[in-house]
């Protein structure tokens, strides 16, 4: 019986496919910001960012679109390996819209790696008055694997910029404020804003790459 990890994120800034083309464009588009997305031979990637409000577009370096850290057990060392988008195959895309009450749409895409016996969806969503994008990870596996980290967000932009880097979340007196885990990411031209909708979240910009993710250490099966 399958476990599935459910998982959201945030940031600033219709139709279903079978997959057999090679190039395909989605836009997630409203009056504030366009989020560009493509599947280039089965594999799914951020083309690019399109801030409305600072008339600014975001392009990507390079772009992994997320990054799972699976292994054969926490205790099991030199069993971990990571898998990003380029490790799945897109099966199929579809459009929907947002739950009623709220416009918008959104695109789901699945994505199926064969050897890992893993099936990722990976849903965006966009409603037409709010000046961000939602981004969801469902996973699926189809033999035991224990999913150590998750970075819903893994993606490099020449502006990446993480303003607070210390680690410790608890605060040593007035003068020695610390900030806690969850702290945000931005892009210092572009103006956007970046991270996880989860508390304990470690957001981290390393040579240029951002990585919006949480520590999950749970199996699956």
């Known amino acids: 019986m399958n476990k599935q990890a459910f998982l959201s994120f945030i940031i600033l800034c219709g139709i279903a ?7 395909i464009t989605y836009r ?27 008339e600014k577009t975001l392009t990507p370096l390079s772009c992994e679109e997320f990054a799972l850290r699976i292994s054969g057990g926490t205790d099991k ?27 918008g749409h959104g695109y789901k895409f699945i994505l199926n790696n064969k050897q890992e016996a893993l099936s990722v969806t990976v849903c965006y969503e966009l409603a037409d008055n709010d000046s961000f994008c939602h981004k969801y990870l469902q996973i699926r596996s189809g033999k035991d694997v224990t999913l150590e980290r998750v970075d819903v967000e893994s993606i490099s ?16 007196g007035s003068a020695r404020w610390k900030p806690g885990l969850g702290q945000p990411l931005y892009t210092t031209e572009t103006a956007t804003y970046w991270g996880i909708e989860f508390p304990a979240a470690t957001n981290l910009v390393t040579d240029q790459k951002m990585s919006c993710g949480y520590l999950r250490g749970c199996g699956l099966s």
Not at 34 to 44: A, W
């Open 28 to 54: 997630l588009e409203n009056s504030f910001l366009t989020r560009t997305l493509e599947v280039n031979n089965g594999v799914l990637v951020t083309q690019s960012i399109l801030n409305k409000l600072s």
């Open 17 to 23: 496919v079978t997959f057999n083309a090679q190039t």
């Open 77 to 103: 060392e030199g069993t971990d390996r990571t898998l990003t988008a380029k490790d799945f195959t897109v099966l199929s895309v579809s459009n929907y819209n947002l739950a009623p009450g709220k416009k």
């Open 157 to 172: 932009f020449a502006d990446a910029w993480q303003n607070y880097v210390t680690k410790e979340i608890t605060a040593q």
